[in-house]
């Protein structure tokens, strides 16, 4: 299975802005969706955002307008653009990747959002 490598969080005051990156150990061209989560503490795991093969995304509600999802198939990375951070950002940020192999999980980056 693919193996993904998150990375790009840390630690941002409100408003401000991360860039995360997911790095696929092979080709997403034939991945049928690459999605981001989110883990607050004491939270279940909830989708932030996905793209399809196709490049069709969709968004939970309370990013959209400020987070972007996106490929790069050179790259083998999908990014998670996030504007306008705010405090209720904070969480541990997953990428998962999902095909007919089955899925697969990244192990997490950390994005603090400070008040």
């Known amino acids: 299975q693919v193996q993904l490598v998150e990375s790009g969080g840390g630690l941002v005051q409100a408003g401000g802005s991360l860039r995360l990156s997911c790095a696929a150990s092979?080709?997403?061209?034939?991945?049928?969706?690459m999605s981001w989560f989110r883990q607050a503490p004491g939270k279940q795991r909830e989708l932030v955002a996905e793209?399809?093969?196709?490049?069709?995304?969709n968004y939970a509600s309370p990013v959209k307008g400020r987070f972007t999802i996106s490929r790069d198939f050179a790259k083998n990375t999908v990014y998670l653009q996030m504007n306008s951070l705010k405090p209720e950002d904070t969480a541990v940020y997953y990428c998962?990747?999902?095909?007919?192999?089955?899925?697969?999980w990244g192990q997490g980056t950390q994005v603090t959002v400070s008040s």
């Open positions: 793209i399809t093969s196709g490049g069709s995304t």
């Open positions: 092979e080709s997403i061209f034939n991945i049928n969706t």
């Open positions: 998962r990747s999902e095909d007919p192999k089955g899925r697969s």
